[in-house]
C-alpha cells in the first residue's frame, strides 16, 4: 500500500528499486505523514517469527509523538520488502507509524542516519530532549525537557524566588527611605525657617 500511495521527491536515504521508493520531498512533509519521528540509536536488533525485524532503540530525542528512553520499531527484514537496514550503534532520524499498536519503519519512510550537523536539524529544528525520573517505589517517569524561558508557566526555581522577594523587599526600603527623607527635609526646613524668625524678632528688640 506505500508503494505509490505516497509523495515522493528528493530527501532521505538510498531506496531499493526492489521496493520501487523514491525519497520525500522534504523532512517537514515527512514528519506530517509519521505518527512518531525520533532522534535515536540502534542498541540491538531481534529477528522476529513472523520474517520482521525488531529494532530496540536508546531514544534520545523527539520530533513528534510520545517517546520513552528505549523504544522498539518493526521492520521488513529485507529491502525487497521495503525494509530498512538499520545498523547497531547507528544515530537515526526515525520517521515511524503505528500499526495496531506498534511502531513500524518503511524503506519508504525518510528514516536517516544523522550527525549534529544534519540538515534535518536546520529544517524540523532542535527536537525535545528526552529525561527521566525514578520514584520511591524505582518507577521511572519519562519526561520531555523544557527550556528555560520557553513557557511562561515555567515554576520559579528557589533561587529566582528569593532574588524576586529581595528585589520586591528593596523597592520597599526605598519607597520607606523616600518617605523619611523627605519628611526629615520638612522638619529641618521647619525648624530652619522657625529660627530665622526667631533671630529676627530678637534684633528687632534690640
Known sequence: MLIGLITFGTVGTEKAYACSCLPYVNYTT????SSHVLDATVVN?????????EVVLSVAAKWKGEAE???????????AACGYEF?????Y?????????????????????IADDSPIFEELGSPEELSFTRDDDGITTTTAKVESGESGNEPY???????????????????????????????????????AGALLLIRNRR
Open 157 to 195: 526555581h528557589p533561587d529566582q524566588i528569593k532574588e524576586s522577594v529581595t528585589s520586591d523587599e528593596l523597592e520597599q526600603k526605598l519607597a520607606q527611605q523616600k518617605s523619611s527623607l523627605i519628611i526629615l527635609f520638612v522638619v529641618v526646613g521647619g525648624l530652619l525657617i522657625v529660627g
Open 87 to 91: 545498523d547497531i550503534g547507528k544515530r
Open 93 to 113: 532520524a526515525v520517521f515511524t507509524n503505528e500499526q495496531e499498536g506498534k511502531l513500524h519503519v518503511s524503506l519508504c519512510s525518510a528514516t536517516t542516519p
Open 69 to 79: 528512553l528505549s523504544m522498539t520499531v518493526i521492520t521488513a527484514s529485507d529491502s
Open 30 to 33: 515527512a514528519l506530517q505523514d
Open 45 to 53: 536488533k531481534n529477528q522476529l517469527k513472523d520474517g520482521n525485524v
